[in-house]
């Protein structure tokens, strides 16, 4: 195989506002990988808290390129082994060469992978759509310019109950909510309690990563549906979820790709666990990777290409809250802008 590699760092059309801060752009690296005279892409977000930039993935990739190239390439599940081992402290760089693999496989194959997976887009849950933090007034804005039948609502801070109140005079979509860890034990539950009256479906991480007993508690009290975001990252977290949470979101970067997040979601549903495929603000390269896989969850939250300025492929539509897959080309599904990799 040969690599390329390219970091690239997209514009939002807002700027971006979670509890943990506030960013204008999403920086995150794409890889190529050509065998056999077909190329196949992947991508990976570097996200702050997870303390692995892009200048830590090329260091890695750099310093293995030689071996990541070497493998003889027959199926993504043996390559991501292979990369699991090569790089075992960087699961997002192996994400990105795990996407590209199976982008590869499909497109050796020449069948999509939800075709090879014997999955029907059809069946995919509708994609939510993401409004940050900002004033009522930006907020409203926001969701007033991208109409939408289910919207994820970010809080976790000072005032934002009175941020939802406010949002849902302007509509009867349904509302997830987000706190990104953002809650104590004492306010979670009030807070819980208020938003099922006003219409919320489910609400993600409400308190810290590691705040097992007051997940423990809130999950026998809540009156809504409790996912793990932060505190599922890897394959090893699902189990510990159970009797904490409803359900567990799974991201493709943060697990290290679509090989484990194939066993991620098998084991939960298996264990009675729903089961939300997430997005890191990812382009269309990495969200057409969740796409391909929608129809096995209950939730998709798989709107980077909406929320950012600028793109790195076609081949995904948006239509209301549906999704829809480019039918006929093969692996993801999608076609690179062609100055992503300009010698090409």
């Known amino acids: 195989m040969q690599l390329k590699y390219r970091i690239t760092t997209l514009p939002f059309r807002h700027p971006f506002t979670i509890s943990k801060g506030t960013k204008t752009h999403q920086s995150a690296l794409v890889v190529e990988l050509e065998h056999r005279g077909r190329k196949g892409y992947g991508e990976a977000p570097a996200i702050a808290y997870y303390n692995i930039p892009v200048e830590q993935m090329v260091a890695d990739l750099e310093q293995k390129k030689i071996f990541v190239e070497k493998f003889a390439f027959i199926e993504p599940e043996r390559y991501w082994h292979y990369l699991h081992h090569l790089f075992p402290k960087n699961p997002f760089l192996v994400c990105a060469l795990d996407m590209a693999a199976w982008d590869l496989y499909g497109k050796l194959r020449n069948k999509p992978l939800h075709v090879l997976w014997n999955l029907d887009p059809a069946k995919a849950p509708l994609c939510d759509y993401t409004i940050g933090l900002d004033t009522v007034d930006k907020m409203v804005a926001k ?128 264990n009675g666990l729903k089961v939300m495929l997430g997005s890191m603000n990812e382009s269309t390269i990495g969200s057409a990777a969740i796409g391909q896989m929608a129809p096995l969850v209950d939730c998709v939250d798989m709107d980077g290409p909406l929320l950012l300025a600028e793109d790195n492929a076609n081949g995904l539509t948006y239509e209301q809250g549906r999704v829809l897959l480019s039918l006929e080309q093969p692996g993801l599904g999608v076609t690179v802008y062609s100055g992503l990799f300009p010698q090409d």
Not at 191 to 201: A, Y
Not at 206 to 233: H, I, N, T
Not at 243 to 259: E, M, P, R, V
């Open 143 to 270: 969701m007033k310019e991208k109409p939408w039948p289910v919207y994820k609502i970010k809080v976790g801070v000072p005032g934002d109950m009175e941020l939802v109140e406010a949002l849902r005079k302007h509509t009867d979509a349904m509302f997830r909510v987000d706190a990104n860890a953002g809650w104590s034990r004492d306010e979670a539950l009030p807070k819980i309690t208020r938003l099922k009256e006003l219409g919320v479906e489910l609400v993600e991480q409400p308190l810290a990563k590691d705040d097992w007993e007051g997940m423990a508690q809130l999950f026998r009290e809540s009156p809504l549906p409790l996912y793990a975001d932060e505190s599922c990252v890897a394959e090893q977290d699902v189990l510990r979820c159970l009797n904490h949470f409803h359900g567990i979101n799974i991201k493709l970067t943060k697990c290290s790709g679509i090989t484990p997040a194939l066993r991620m979601i098998e084991t939960a549903h298996a």
